[in-house]
């Protein structure tokens, strides 16, 4: 079992930037491949940003692609991810997800454990 605990949203201008972090606790094998999500009212998660141990290897999806960073600190078992250039559109609920070692990609079946998220809100 894993479980995954998110902290860093809140409100922030257009154009600002905001750290989101997801600390991961219990199995750490069970938080290899990591990912954050983005979820609006009434609409499906949507990931944005994974990153797998080994390598370690990432990918974005195109709309946060050279605005976001993510990272993680493996000892620690916390992944972050940076946030620069925010939109409006970037309003969110933001849900960090982890799975063991396989399949790794930006598909929600693709996980096995989810935290409750964090809400980032960007004004105009």
């Known amino acids: 079992q894993v479980q995954l605990v998110e902290s860093g949203g809140g409100s922030v201008e257009a154009g600002g930037s905001m750290r989101l972090t997801c600390k991961a606790s219990?199995?750490?094998?069970?938080?290899?491949?990591m990912a954050w999500f983005r979820q609006i009212p009434g609409g499906d998660r949507w990931g944005i940003a994974v990153?797998?141990?080994?390598?370690?290897?990432?990918a974005y999806d195109d709309s946060v692609k050279g605005r976001f960073t993510i990272s993680k600190d493996v000892a620690k078992n916390t992944m972050t991810l940076h946030m620069t250039n925010l939109k409006p559109e970037d309003t969110a609920r933001y849900v960090c997800?982890?799975?063991?070692?396989?399949?790794?990609?930006?598909?929600?079946?693709?996980?096995?454990?989810w935290g409750h998220g964090t809400q980032v809100t960007v004004s105009a």
């Open positions: 990153i797998y141990n080994k390598g370690p290897s990432m």
């Open positions: 219990g199995d750490s094998e069970g938080a290899t491949c």
């Open positions: 997800a982890s799975k063991s070692p396989g399949r790794c990609n930006l598909r929600e079946e693709t996980f096995t454990y």
